[in-house]
């Protein structure tokens, strides 16, 4: 039986014992979204209209930066109509296509810091091959393999929970993904292909992280031999690693609270687990990169006293 003749829409949960604070919550996401989108717009506009910041380390910058616009897109806009509405419902093709944004954008934040760790260990331990490596081609194809691979891989799955026959309308989180719909199928096994091709998909990711700690404890290692490598770790590396804990971080929590299914945590308590990963690192991370890095921070100072100046 196709689902979609069973299942048209989703019920969203997660804001019942939040309504009568539904107007602050709307009006502080709103600030939130904004401030997220006027950071990490100011950021590439700066990267690609100064020419001196074309370089593959702020090229990825943007790149992280636009991927953060896109993660949030696939939140925000719902989550704040869905605060003035009384009634909190999604399409069944809208909530697959929710979960597709919100598991694509968590592993493409992954793959660039994984490609950010790749250029900071070419530019530290091989400094006099470092152009010739990471070239405007290759570079070009690590950006599409960080975007592409996760479209595709999360594409997979998304497409296999499609074809889940699902007993419940009902979802208890503020936003769809995979994990929750795949607990509403009616025979759980319906879900062993899908099962497989999800622990696949984190075995991948997993080593996406093992590959980026090891990276940076081979850095640590190198820079601690030399004054400038030490110099240089401390200018590029510490945002990069900064934004890989905070990231991870936020993750973890989310994934934990779903796997362990912390009911006995208040509904409060779940949602701003929840939406941890949606609201501190793509606010985050442009302020660490924009005060850290020179060249960035310079740019935004003159910027900044050209137009009080004028």
Same mark, same amino acid.
């Given at each position: ?15 019942? #014992? ?19 989108? +006027? ?15 074309? #370089? ?226 793509? +606010? ?27």
């Amino acid at each position: 039986m196709n689902n979609d003749s069973v299942i048209r829409v989703f019920y969203l949960s997660g804001l019942n #014992e939040t309504m009568h604070l539904r107007l602050v919550l709307f009006f502080l996401s709103l600030q939130c979204y904004c401030i997220i989108l +006027l950071l990490n717009v100011s950021l590439i506009v700066i990267i690609l209209t100064d020419n001196s910041l074309h #370089e593959p380390m702020y090229i990825l910058l943007s790149v992280f930066c636009f991927n953060s616009l896109y993660g949030t897109a696939g939140f925000y806009p719902k989550f704040l109509w869905d605060l003035l509405s009384s009634l909190h419902v999604i399409s069944y093709s809208g909530c697959l296509l929710q979960a597709q944004v919100m598991y694509s954008f968590a592993c493409s934040d992954l793959s660039i810091l994984a490609v950010m760790a790749y250029d900071r260990y070419l530019a530290i331990c091989q400094p006099l091959e470092y152009h010739s490596i990471m070239s405007k081609q290759r570079l070009a194809k690590l950006i599409c393999f960080s975007w592409l691979t996760p479209l595709c891989i999360i594409g997979t799955n998304i497409f296999l929970t499609s074809r889940l026959t699902l007993c419940s309308q009902y979802i208890s989180r503020l936003f769809c993904v995979n994990w929750s719909i795949v607990q509403l199928v009616c025979f759980p096994a319906q879900t062993a292909i899908s099962g497989i091709v999800a622990n696949i998909t984190t075995i991948i990711y997993v080593f996406h992280g093992v590959f980026i700690v090891w990276s940076y404890m081979y850095l640590i290692k190198t820079c601690l031999l030399s004054l400038e490598n030490r110099s240089k770790f401390m200018q590029t590396c510490v945002p990069h690693l900064i934004s890989l804990i905070t990231f991870l971080g936020t993750i973890l929590m989310d994934v934990m609270n779903m796997r362990l299914d912390s009911k006995a945590l208040p509904q409060t308590v779940q949602n701003f687990v929840a939406v941890e990963f949606l609201v501190i690192p793509p +606010l985050m991370n442009p302020l660490i990169y924009g005060f850290k890095l020179n060249k960035i921070r310079k740019k935004i100072c003159s910027v900044v006293i050209f137009r009080v100046c004028k």
